[in-house]
T-cell receptor, first 114, second 116 residues
Framework: NAGVTQTPKFQVLKTGQSMTLQCAQD?????MSWYRQDPGMGLRLIHY???????DQGEVPNGYNVSRSTTEDFPLRLLSAAPSQTSVYFC?????????????FGSGTQLSVL | AQTVTQSQPEMSVQEAETVTLSCTYD???????LFWYKQPPSRQMILVIR??????QNATENRFSVNFQKAAKSFSLKISDSQLGDAAMYFC?????????????FGGGTRLMVKP
């Protein structure tokens, strides 16, 4: 029962470095998304995908890229890390289209940008 | 754009008593769902309860229930017989965009403390 798997769990970057946060789900979910959670705040949607080959921007997309080449994987790329991107990042997936389906969340990646 | 407001940054409740967490939202959608998620210190996001906006009846899940006032766009969470394990951050959420399925926008959260 892997569910949604995020790697790494922790990461420290220097300003200007790039990296990719990995997200994989084994539930054959069509919808996948990335959120960030800043200290003491709720989650904000960065990017989302409604299926392989289809992605779109959420509330806070600047500084991030995504791609969805397979149903299972949805990596998030930080192009040039900035201290403002220090946050906890959550990947989520859901079974099908519809506002009634619950999201399955990964355990999060704690990212610090120095 | 949809917005979600949780006006209580922190709440405290005595074990075995009842507490209500508030949430108001703004949406242009006519048919939607609303959600409460719990986030314990482990950081895991756990769905507590969901409400269908077109249903008059308030949702209930064991000790958790909602008071949904559609006209007022209010969606409060009531926790009865509070337990130590209920201590967590609680987030109210609504769908962000109708075209985006169930991509959610979250409120800022309420930290619930449970006193033994």
């Amino acid at each position: 029962n892997a569910g949604v798997t995020q790697t790494p769990k922790f990461q420290v970057l220097k300003t200007g470095q790039s990296m990719t946060l990995q997200c994989a789900q084994d539930m054959n979910h069509e919808y996948m998304s990335w959120y960030r959670q800043d200290p003491g705040m709720g989650l904000r949607l960065i990017h989302y995908s409604v299926g392989a080959g289809i992605t779109d921007q959420g509330e806070v997309p600047n500084g991030y890229n995504v791609s969805r080449s397979t149903t299972e994987d949805f990596p998030l790329r930080l192009l040039s890390a900035a201290p403002s991107q220090t946050s906890v990042y959550f990947c989520a997936s859901s079974h099908r289209e519809g506002a009634n389906e619950k999201l399955f969340f990964g355990s999060g990646t704690q990212l610090s940008v120095l | 754009a949809q917005t979600v407001t949780q006006s209580q940054p922190e709440m405290s409740v005595q074990e075995a008593e009842t507490v209500t967490l508030s949430c108001t939202y703004d949406t242009s959608e006519s048919d939607y769902y609303l959600f409460w998620y719990k986030q314990p210190p482990s950081r895991q996001m756990i769905l507590v309860i969901r409400q269908e906006a077109y249903k008059q009846q308030n949702a209930t899940e064991n000790r958790f229930s909602v008071n949904f006032q559609k006209a007022a766009k209010s969606f409060s969470l009531k926790i009865s017989d509070s337990q130590l394990g209920d201590a967590a951050m609680y987030f109210c959420a609504v769908p962000l965009l109708s075209r985006a399925g169930n991509m959610l926008t979250f409120g800022g959260g309420t930290r619930l403390m449970v006193k033994p």
